[in-house]
């Protein structure tokens, strides 16, 4: 282990960012290796870019492998009767460049990067393909730590979980489909359009905190039969898009339990 990463684990057991990724880590170095952009190796000590260990590319790999694997695992178990076809293009969505950098910034990942000068001042911590390196390199950090259940619960809850509203809506609608997995305004847009229901409408209903820590909060709306309007669902964000975004995840359940609690009642009721 190189002496930055000796320094920047003893900084993490003094104040460690683990219970974001749901794991206390045993070995602090692993979740700094992770954390380590090819840029700071580079800039900092060019003679230790031949060790694997000075960025986290080579957890890259491992974390790829462990993702699928899960993903893969738990897309089996909740969609027992779907075909390898319908199997595959699920993982693919979850899998992919465009979704995990959403998670990561949706778990304010960037703010923990260790990264070069010149990364740094060219935005690297907002970069979709860089933030969802870094996911991965994660996962891999907490696969090595814990084992596959400290990697299974980071992925449940942060990558498959949120996406399961769309993934049903992939399912049914097949190659229609057009939302993209954890784009959940678009996926209720579509599951509205196709039950007849109106368009969603975003109302800002407060803000707080200072410019730098702004914080939002949004409600989903749509319009009920009596021309008057139907609050689904509320939730924060510390960008107004954000804040929509998970409301809509929120809104899309909300619709998805009361599908099924009205059909469980009607069966319940043809069977009298």
Do not use: C
Request: no cysteine; glycine share 8%; net charge neutral.
């Amino acid at each position: 282990m190189t002496t930055r990463h000796k320094k920047a684990a003893q900084s993490e057991k003094k104040g460690t960012p683990a219970p974001l990724f749901d794991h206390v880590f045993q070995r602090p170095d692993l979740l700094t290796w992770a954390l380590t952009h090819r840029s700071l190796a580079y800039e900092t000590s060019p003679e230790s870019l031949p060790d694997p260990t000075s960025d986290n590319e080579q957890l890259e790999f491992v974390g790829d492998a462990v993702l699928g694997l899960v993903v893969a695992e738990s897309l089996f178990r909740r969609f027992p009767a779907s075909r390898e076809g319908e199997l595959t293009r699920l993982r693919s969505s979850l899998v992919s460049r465009r979704h995990l950098g959403e998670v990561a910034a949706h778990i304010n990942l960037g703010a923990l990067l260790l990264l070069g000068r010149g990364e740094e001042q060219s935005g690297g911590r907002k970069k979709p393909a860089l933030l969802a390196n870094a996911i991965e390199a994660i996962i891999a950090a907490l696969y090595l730590d814990g084992g596959l259940d400290a990697a299974s619960t980071f992925i449940e809850k942060h990558i498959i979980g949120p996406a399961l509203p769309d993934l049903h809506i992939a399912l049914r609608d097949g190659d229609t489909f057009s939302g993209a997995i954890g784009d959940h305004k678009s996926a209720l847009q579509e599951h509205l359009q196709a039950v007849g229901a109106g368009q969603p409408h975003y109302v800002l209903t407060a803000q707080s905190g200072p410019d730098h820590q702004k914080r939002f909060r949004v409600e989903v709306r749509i319009e009920d039969k009596s021309g008057g309007s139907r609050a689904l669902a509320e939730s924060e964000g510390t960008t107004k898009k954000q804040a929509q975004q998970d409301a809509a995840r929120l809104a899309f359940q909300r619709l998805l339990s009361e599908a099924r609690l009205a059909n469980v009642a009607a069966t319940a009721e043809a069977t009298k």
